[in-house]
T-cell receptor
Framework: NAGVTQTPKFRVLKTGQSMTLLCAQD?????MYWYRQDPGMGLRLIHY???????AKGEVPDGYNVSRLKKQNFLLGLESAAPSQTSVYFC??????????FGPGTRLTVT | QQQVKQSPQSLIVQKGGISIINCAYE??????FPWYQQFPGKGPALLIA?????SEKKEGRFTISFNKSAKQFSLHIMDSQPGDSATYFC????????????FGTGTLLAVQP
């Protein structure tokens, strides 16, 4: 997980609250991804970015927004949290055709 | 619809045994098939990967077998060790600019001493 950090590590929200998850990478990688991991469902892609200033939807984008204002940062926002968004969120970064490097994850609970 | 199907969901193997995890896919647009290993509380990490023009790749105790005609690939862990206990995910990557990965649902491996 070297080079990709996520903030915060844990968070508990109440339904309807908002928050932003931060992913930062120091590897100068072009591509960045946000996934959620749920038991029995593997990792599912929420949003991704192919470069600074660009974002695109993944498999499960509803209820989330993202921004990539700086190359090294990729932010994931929840405008109005719902219990269905309780999950572990992983950020990943990749350069070219290389492997995706994952961060350590953020465990989010929405009550 | 699960684009990459992985089995079994969980696996218990004795130390020294062989662990086998299987995956199947449908989309012929996939051009790269990695396996990730994840320990509790950590992010997934690339373990080994294969391209569809190769039928087998071996790295130490880990081997990927790939059957392009059957659209199946599998991970074999030889001489399994307690330290191999983790969750394993297969994945498939779309070619092109986005290079998105589609993951299987994961296999929880427990290697008993």
């Amino acid at each position: 997980n070297a080079g990709v950090t996520q903030t915060p590590k844990f968070r508990v929200l109440k339904t309807g609250q908002s928050m932003t998850l931060l992913c930062a990478q120091d590897m100068n990688h072009e591509y960045m991804y946000w996934y959620r991991q749920d038991p029995g469902m593997g990792l599912r892609l929420i949003h991704y970015s192919v470069g600074e200033g660009t974002t695109a939807k993944g498999e499960v984008p509803d209820g989330y927004n993202v921004s990539r204002l700086k190359k090294q940062n990729f932010l994931l926002g929840l405008e109005s949290a719902a219990p269905s968004q309780t999950s572990v969120y992983f950020c990943a970064a990749r350069m070219g055709q290389g492997e995706q490097y994952f961060g350590p994850g953020t465990r989010l609970t929405v009550t | 619809q699960q684009q990459v199907k992985q089995s079994p969901q969980s696996l218990i193997v004795q130390k020294g045994g062989i662990s086998i995890i299987n995956c199947a896919y449908e989309n012929t647009a996939f051009d790269y098939f990695p396996w990730y290993q994840q320990f509790p509380g950590k992010g997934p990490a690339l373990l080994i990967a294969i391209r569809p023009d190769v039928s087998e790749k071996k790295e130490g105790r880990f081997t990927i077998s790939f059957n392009k005609s059957a659209k199946q690939f599998s991970l074999h862990i030889m001489d399994s060790q307690p330290g191999d206990s983790a969750t394993y995910f297969c994945a498939a990557r779309y070619g092109g600019a986005t290079n998105k990965l589609i993951f299987g649902t994961g296999t929880l491996l427990a290697v008993q001493p």
